[in-house]
């Protein structure tokens, strides 16, 4: 049996909130599960943020025990900080070759390493032959 963190869909029609659920990889999702491990809520609150609550030793148990978190589990996990960023690449077009440039899993911008200057390295050899 494959157990799967995942989240499962309460709430009202364009209301959504969502349980975070150890269940087997073969149930529906929001069918029967193993254990609830904690709460969602994608809706900013009174204070503009997300709403979230964990059981986090129950989270790295079942982590622990080989449980695969989905892929929106695994951003909440990072941003609660449970695991390490996912592996993000930015996509040249739809369907074509991936782009290999990093990108920042927080804000998901692509991130550019720091040039050299060119006039500054100009700069250089001309002070250089002087």
Partial sequence: MVVRIRLS?????????????????RS???GKHLEVLGYY?????????????LNFDRVKYWLSVGAQPSDPVQRILFRAGLLPP??????G????????????????RV??????DKSAGENASVETAD
């Fill in 86 to 91: 996912p592996p993000m690449v930015a996509m």
């Fill in 41 to 53: 809520n994608p809706l900013p609150g009174q204070d503009g943020g997300k709403r979230m609550g």
């Fill in 28 to 30: 529906p999702r929001d």
């Fill in 111 to 116: 991130s550019t390493p720091d040039k050299p």
């Fill in 9 to 25: 869909r309460f709430g009202c029609k364009n209301k959504p909130f969502y349980r975070l659920m150890a269940a087997d990889s």
């Fill in 93 to 108: 077009r739809k369907g074509g070759p991936r782009d290999t440039r990093h990108v920042d899993p927080l804000n998901g």
